[in-house]
């Protein structure tokens, strides 16, 4: 009987995400952890199958980090954003189409829903020019200022799209660009119903650390109004949000990766989990 009652309780909210876009920013814990990324490989195939039009927008941090590492790189980062030279773009751009990205579209195929691998290059996705954050020269970390949706509109009529977050300015030069802030910047362009940030925190606190500090809700101009008091990871994402409700999104959410099925969690449970930005 808990099984039936979670499925009516799910069943109102499938009815009204049924056609919506939900664009995912996925990273942290749920894209390093065996058991969670089958588990969130699983859940988007399950929006696919209910009629959702799921689009996956990916970093892969950690894997950017260990390969520079690996090859006696320095890491640094800067308000969240990392400090990227030109031997920091070209590892972040085989780490993140010629591995991340393949690997995530493998995984949405195997359980059953076929995808399409793209970064900003393709189809002109992103354009993008040089970000300058607070004054800082942070090297080839870009923001983009424009995303064409038409390569994305083609491929979400068959396909689950997967957008690595790098792209090129007009004279072909590639940027780092946030996972997050792409997110956002899609999900904006396409006018997607939500746009979802999966972390490795329980949401945005009030005192990081303390989770039972948790904000369930808040307004964008709340999230604005305090931008600057925060650093690290927290910071682009909420600007990601705030970004994309601003936009036309009707709500961004910041959830825990950490917690198997999270997306479902929130998507299709009363209670929902994490931080809901709204306008």
Known sequence: MRDVGTLLEALPYIREFHGRTIVIKYGGAA?????????????????????MN?????????????????LGMKVEFVQGLRVSDEATVEVAKMVLVGKQNKDIVLLLSRHGQPAVGLCGDDGTLFRVRKQMPGGHDLGFVGEIERVDTTVLNHIAEDYIPVVASVGADVEGQSYNVNADAAAGAVAEAIGAHKVIFLTDVVGWLEDPADESTLISQARVDEVRARLG???????????????????????????????????????????????????
């Open 229 to 279: 008091e925060l650093s690290g990871g927290m910071r682009p994402k909420l600007a990601a949000a705030a970004h994309a409700v601003d936009g036309g999104v009707s709500a961004a959410h910041i959830i825990d990766g950490r917690q198997p099925h999270s997306l479902l969690l929130e998507l299709f449970t009363d209670a929902g989990i994490g931080t809901k930005v709204l306008a």
């Open 54 to 70: 799921p689009i996956v927008v990916h970093g892969g941090g950690p894997d950017i980090t260990r390969y520079m590492e690996r």
């Open 31 to 51: 894209m390093t952890d065996p058991a969670l990324t089958d588990d969130f490989a699983r859940d988007v195939v399950l929006l696919k199958y209910v009629g």
